[in-house]
């Protein structure tokens, strides 16, 4: 497959997948929040899939596949990050680092 068409079928799936995850996000209601899931999802489908199949050895056939789950669930991976950054409490962390959370 030349590159051209690599990267086409990569923007298909992801776009696809993440036109689909917005389809189960059942707690998004609006549009404008609706719009945004589908291109962060578009977006991490775009930019993480093919690290994410070079690690995995996925075979490049797959491509799109793989464009297609990224995609899907690339909005529900960053709103978790977000989630997991906003339940640290990193003065703590830092605190502990450096040696000042002792007893």
Not at 71 to 92: E, P, Q, Y
Request: aromatic letters at 14%; one cysteine or more.
């Amino acid at each position: 497959m030349d590159k051209f068409s690599e990267e086409f079928s990569l923007l298909v799936g992801v776009i696809v997948g993440a036109v689909v995850g917005v389809w189960f996000q059942k707690e998004i209601v609006t549009w404008r929040d609706r719009v945004a899931y589908a291109l962060i999802g578009v977006a991490c489908g775009y930019y993480l899939t093919p690290p994410a199949m070079a690690y995995f050895g996925i075979d490049q056939s797959f491509t799109a596949g793989a464009g297609f789950v990224v995609g899907a669930f690339g909005g529900s991976i960053l709103a978790a990050v977000f989630k997991a950054l906003g339940n640290l409490d990193l003065l703590a962390l830092v605190k502990n680092r450096i040696g000042g959370g002792g007893q």
